[in-house]
Nanobody, 123 residues
Framework: QVQLVESGGGLVQAGGSLRLSCAAS????????MGWFRQAPGSEREFVAH???????YYMGSAKGRFRISRDNVKNTVTLQMNSLEPEDTAVYYC?????????????????WGQGTQVTVSS
């Protein structure tokens, strides 16, 4: 059974940092792009960042310069380091595994999803 499990969410003040981790089990994803998405209450799920199998990365506009995605294929994990957090970053954050080697912004390209981890940024 394939599982993605996120951890590291929590409550932080504006300007603070959080480090989200996603641990995969049941299969390896070294040949697949991995992504992070988020969903705020009343909003659609939106793309945050992805990393290809070759470790190329891409970020949503507001995440550039603040967030950093990385992967460890030995540990089968993906990490999202989030700095300079803003109240607008408050959302449930989801880890996902793509069916492709290159990352995309389309949630439909991702076959496996974690259950999500809550990130709350207070002003």
């Amino acid at each position: 059974q394939v599982q993605l499990v996120e951890s590291g969410g929590g409550l932080v003040q504006a300007g603070g940092s959080l480090r989200l981790s996603c641990a995969a089990s049941g299969r390896t994803f070294s040949d697949n792009a991995m992504g992070w998405f988020r969903q705020a209450p009343g909003s659609e799920r939106e793309f945050v960042a992805h990393i290809s199998s070759g470790r190329a990365t891409y970020y949503m506009g507001s995440a550039k310069g603040r967030f950093r995605i990385s992967r460890d294929n030995v540990k089968n994990t993906v990490t999202l380091q989030m700095n300079s957090l803003e109240p607008e970053d408050t959302a449930v954050y989801y880890c996902a595994a793509s069916r492709y080697q290159l990352g995309t912004e389309d949630p439909g390209d991702y076959d496996y999803w974690g259950q999500g981890t809550q990130v709350t940024v207070s002003s």
